[in-house]
């Protein structure tokens, strides 16, 4: 699997996911600059990382959205290529119309660092087949703008079609507000684009990959990929 | 020297924050009277904050020296050795006046200073830490700062991308008008790629690099180094803007230019900018500065050399640059959208030369404006001794129960998670132990290795006694580090106290200073780096004097570290240490008995040292399943800590003929509980190393088990531990 994991100016994730793409893909991702107008070729997996792209100090990821790069990666897209997009980067693929909805401010008004459990609503896409449907898995977020709020009908399309991927759950599965730590809409916490190549997710599953750290639960989705590249080839 | 600037009058220089003597000596030092420029220079220079004139002779007793230490204090942080090739540098730094006027801005650029610290040096952040003292929680404006100062830590750490792990939290009246915003910062760096500030060769370019200058933080230092009056809202101008976007893009820019060899030496823009960051490095390197004001990249338009010189915009940095090197450092800066200008070079004259539209703005002695400001010793009192309060004599108010419920419920042992859930604590995938316990551990890079971090204080004992205060808050982070399994390798002081001039609180800083020292002697456990806040005082009234301690110690693997939860049931609880009893200034006298009284507990170095060593051989060869520090609220509060983490129960009995409230709730030093699934075995280990030791019970069930008291629900007193700070916070402001 080789991936290319987007730098923009005030991104401060990408080490951590650079870190979780080695030890499970055994190969050392390729930065990718912001101002650079194509990608490596023969990218596999694109990956725009977590943090304060320009340090968000407009509405999250709308910057990012319109960097020289983005061009590069919607026509990745459109090729079929696969884009994970975690935190911030879900906020810029929401910003770059790869995604539909957009990423609100918590319910709380404020930041939020802690572990959370997702309910894995899917298997049967690249990004989720390292889980089971139904599994529960425990990832941590931190985030202050992670609200996910689109209109009825986006809604009830990312719904019918099942494009949503994981949901703030309770540890035993259970959709509960107590379990929602920002208010997101159904309990969003990522979701796909049509075609099933794009995932947007708000928690940081790249840093729960590490046995001798604890957690491993994050593992699956790269382990997924992994798997899914290897049965393509 | 330009005429449009104001003359100089008596008045103007009591602005600026100078005593009449010091001016004095200043015209002595010069033959002849400064201009306005360089009376702000000098301000800045010589104000308490930057040249630590009521301090100075007093910190020099503090040991700093180690085999394993690479820089002592005096840089912009300390260095130590923790092999591999590799160096740890950290130090802490208050900003505690900007945050009580204005608490999100103060507090963000209060963490962007300290990690610009860490970062000059070469090093990479991997931590932050923050040490925060609050008002009464009844205090009207207390409800404004903690929710201001704790989102600006956040907002600031978070977006640079560095986990904060780490601090304390506490609450007091003392505080009402003056907060305490302690923050610390750790990173690495390879063990001979350190960044100094001395500058060396001449006619070397002095180059500006980072986010342009600004009319913000004027005179910030000198507001720092006075009380507040009535008029503290009044100086909000003085406080500066934090942009943490920018400094996460200087930090990248930095280590690239580093990398590349380009750096000959440099500093951050912190207290005083320009000036104090061009003075230091010229001074240290025996070198002359000159600076050239007109090619200072400004925001603002028809900025003065006065304003230029005294600016603390944030984000900024100066570098001696090896001149061959300019266009690749240049390129590098460029490229992450900074700001680079060659602004001055270095002179072989020792003076301190700035120019500004062609005219000579200030032409000082640049050895004399660092070296030789004023260095006070002022008269001081000793405070006097506090009765020991004998704990036979103290009823107590409510059952052993009912105070536990009470203490930990109360504002400084509650659960701090509302504060650090809103710190990105996990971010760089190294973070092994979260906040809540006794030591925040770190992974260094892919490990094995990890570093242990704590920052501790006991202000009321401080206050009591200066002396054992002092010695206390080292023991403390002593203390905490060896229970999560590490060597306390050093530490980073953060000396807050209220106005030098006054007697008294001389006194405390004196008396603190001497039991710092004489801990750290008797610990080897040597001070590498500091700061030091004075005039913490509203009104006349001053603050608790608070000697934050900010240690760092070494875990040979991080897999091996300990936490204070207990592991499973049905297994030994046992006390590591004497057990006197000890109520002088302890929680469940000021919570429960509503008393703040008497001599704190003595602190038998040691006992500490060897109690430590013990906890750690325990550690290290397994025999301990959970280990936890005892400390505020004593035996019985650390024991619920143990048991909510785990939501695992204990069933306990005081041992015979003690006296229950002081046994349980004592604060003697030099303690530990600990869990073992083989008591015998610690027993006999610690008869051997001469430690006392004694089983007070055994885990298991959801309840905890007194005697013959009312058994305790863990998840009722899981719901008072996290109920009362989201509940505070929440109510209306």
């Known amino acids: 699997m080789k991936s290319a994991v987007l730098q923009f100016p005030g991104i401060n994730r990408e080490r951590d996911m650079a870190r979780a793409l080695r030890l499970i893909s055994g190969r050392e991702p390729t930065m990718v600059w912001h101002a650079d107008t194509e990608l490596p070729a023969g990218t596999d997996l694109v990956v725009i990382p977590g943090g304060f792209s320009y340090g968000d100090y407009l509405r999250c990821g709308a910057i990012a959205a319109r960097a020289p790069i983005m061009e590069a990666v919607r026509s990745f897209v459109q090729k079929g290529g696969l884009v994970l997009a975690v935190c911030n980067g879900f906020q810029i693929a929401c910003e770059s119309g790869l995604l539909p909805g957009v990423l609100m401010r918590n319910a709380q008004l404020r930041f939020i660092c802690r572990d959370v459990y997702l309910r894995v609503e899917r298997s049967d896409t690249p990004f989720t087949h390292g889980y089971n ?43 509960d507000p107590n379990w929602n730590h920002n208010g997101a809409l159904n309990a969003i916490a990522g979701i796909i684009n049509e075609r099933g190549n794009v995932l947007g997710m708000m928690p940081h599953p790249e840093n729960h990959v590490e046995a001798a750290m604890g957690r491993t639960d994050g593992r699956g989705l790269f382990a997924g990929l992994m798997d899914h590249f290897e049965r393509a080839a | 020297m330009t005429s449009r600037e104001p003359a100089i009058t008596p008045e103007l220089i009591a602005e600026h924050g100078l005593k009449p003597d010091e001016y004095a000596r200043i015209v002595k030092l010069m033959g002849r009277e400064p201009s306005f420029t360089e009376l702000g220079i000098f301000s800045a220079m010589w104000n308490e904050h930057c040249s630590y004139k009521s301090s100075k002779i007093h910190l020099r007793t503090l040991p700093t020296k180690a085999p394993w230490v690479i820089q002592g204090p005096g840089e912009n942080a300390g260095v130590i050795d923790i092999g591999d090739g590799l160096a740890v540098v950290f130090k802490m730094e208050s900003h505690n006046h900007p945050s009580y006027i204005e608490p999100y801005q103060g507090a963000a650029t209060g963490v962007g200073g300290i990690l610009r610290d860490v970062f000059t040096m070469g090093a990479r952040p991997i931590a932050c830490l923050n040490a925060l003292s609050f008002g009464d929680p009844s205090h009207p404006k207390t409800r404004r700062v903690v929710a201001g100062v704790v989102a600006g830590i956040g907002g600031y750490g978070n977006s640079f991308g560095v986990p904060t792990v780490g601090g304390e939290v506490r609450f007091h009246r003392r505080y009402d008008g003056n907060c305490l915003v302690n923050a610390m910062a750790v990173g690495i760096a390879a063990k001979d790629k350190i960044f100094y500030s001395a500058a060396s060769g001449v006619g070397m370019p002095i180059v500006y690099l980072g986010s342009k200058t600004g009319r913000d933080g004027i005179h910030g230092a000198s507001m720092a180094s006075a009380e507040f009056g009535a008029d503290a809202e009044e100086k909000r101008p003085t406080v500066q803007v934090g942009d943490p976007f920018s400094e996460k893009l200087l930090l990248e820019a930095c280590l690239e230019i580093m990398a590349e060899g380009c750096v000959i030496a440099i500093q951050d823009m912190g207290a005083a900018g320009l000036t104090c960051s061009a003075v230091e490095m010229g001074a240290k390197g025996d070198l002359g500065v000159t600076l050239d004001l007109d090619k200072v990249p400004c925001r603002e338009t028809g900025m003065s050399a006065y304003e230029m010189m005294l600016s603390e915009s944030q984000e900024r940095m100066l570098m001696v640059l090896k001149p061959e090197k300019e266009k690749l450092a240049e390129s590098i800066f460029r490229k992450w959208g900074l700001d680079f200008a060659v602004i001055g070079e270095t002179t072989p004259s020792k003076r301190f030369l700035i120019r500004h539209g062609g005219t000579v703005m200030a032409d000082l002695p640049i050895k004399e404006l660092g070296d030789e400001a004023p260095v006070y010793e002022r008269p001081f009192a000793e405070s006097v001794k506090l009765p020991i309060i004998n704990a036979a004599s103290v009823k107590p108010p409510m059952s052993i129960a009912d105070a536990l419920e009470k203490l930990i419920g109360s504002p400084d042992l509650c659960a701090k998670r ?30 094995p290795k990890a570093l242990a971090l704590t920052s501790d204080v006991t202000p009321r004992y401080c206050e009591a006694d200066p002396f054992e205060g002092g010695k206390q808050a080292v023991a403390e982070a002593y203390r905490n580090l060896s229970a999560v399994g590490s060597r306390p390798l050093a530490l980073t002081d953060n000396l807050n106290f209220g106005n030098p001039e006054r007697r008294e609180i001389m006194g405390q800083l004196v008396g603190c200073i001497r039991g710092i020292g004489e801990a750290a002697r008797a610990l080897d456990f040597p001070i590498v780096s500091g700061n030091v806040s004075l005039y913490n005082e509203t009104n006349g009234r001053a603050i608790l004097p608070t000697p934050t301690i900010g240690g760092v110690g070494l875990l040979d693997d991080f897999t091996k570290s300990m936490t204070l939860a207990f592991k499973a049931e049905g297994e030994s609880i046992l006390l590591v240490g004497a057990m006197q009893g000890w109520l002088g200034q302890s929680l469940y006298l000021r919570e429960v008995c509503g008393r703040e009284e008497g001599a704190p507990p003595p602190v038998d170095l040691a006992a500490e040292r060897r109690n430590a060593e013990f906890i750690r051989t325990l550690i290290r060869d397994g025999l301990a399943t959970a280990v936890h520090d005892i400390s505020d609220g004593g035996i019985l509060v650390a024991l619920a800590e143990m048991a909510m983490a785990s939501r695992i129960g204990a069933v306990l009995e005081a041992p015979h003929g003690a006296i229950a409230h002081a046994f349980w709730f004592g604060e003697d030093q030099a303690r530990y509980v600990v869990t073992a699934k083989d008591h015998a075995a610690v027993e006999q280990r610690a008869k051997a190393a001469s430690v006392p030791i004694t089983r007070i019970g055994a885990t298991g069930g959801r309840v905890i088990v007194l005697g013959e008291e009312r058994p305790l629900l863990l998840e009722a007193l899981v719901d008072r531990f996290e109920g009362w700070l989201p509940s505070y916070m929440a109510e209306s402001r």
């Open chain 1, 133 to 175: 449907a139904g599994q529960v898995i425990r990832v941590p977020v931190a985030h202050g703008e992670g609200n996910y709020i689109a209109d009825g009908e986006t809604i009830a399309r990312l719904e019918g079609e099942g494009r949503v991927a994981f949901r703030y759950s309770s540890p035993d599965g259970m959709v």
């Open chain 2, 418 to 447: 509302w504060v650090f859930e809103q710190y990105d604590h996990v971010i760089l995938g190294n973070t092994v132990q979260r906040p809540g316990g006794d030591a925040a551990v770190v992974r260094v890079n892919e490990g």
